[in-house]
């Protein structure tokens, strides 16, 4: 079984920063990608960022040079770097990996971003 545990999550003001953890116990394979997805009121569930096991990443357009991904393969942890936040950035934050064999996903974490 994989399971994923997310953290980080809340209430920030426009313009600053929050860092989102994702945790990932269970057995998955060495060639994989860790991701973060986020859903809106109302809106379909859209990529935030993705990063291999081989450590290349992607990005949604509205996310490029505000959002850094990055994984930590010792602790089996992925995160998010949000700075520069926005009131649109206001979704339900999902992680997510993928491998050959499994898909598997979060629980989600609500980030709410004020103007």
């Known amino acids: 079984q994989v399971q994923l545990v997310e953290s980080g999550g809340g209430l920030v003001q426009a313009g600053g920063s929050l860092r989102l953890s994702c945790a990932v116990s269970?057995?998955?394979?060495?060639?994989?990608?860790m991701g973060w997805y986020r859903q809106a009121p109302g809106k379909q569930r859209e990529l935030v960022a993705s990063?291999?096991?081989?450590?290349?990443?992607n990005y949604g357009d509205s996310v490029k040079g505000r959002f850094t991904i990055s994984r930590d393969n010792g602790k089996n942890t992925v995160y998010l770097q949000m700075n520069s936040l926005k009131p649109e950035d206001t979704a339900v934050y999902y992680c997510n990996v993928q491998d050959r064999r499994i898909n598997s996903w979060g629980q989600g974490t609500q980030v709410t971003v004020s103007s």
């Open positions: 990063i291999s096991s081989g450590d290349r990443t």
């Open positions: 269970g057995i998955i394979s060495r060639a994989n990608t």
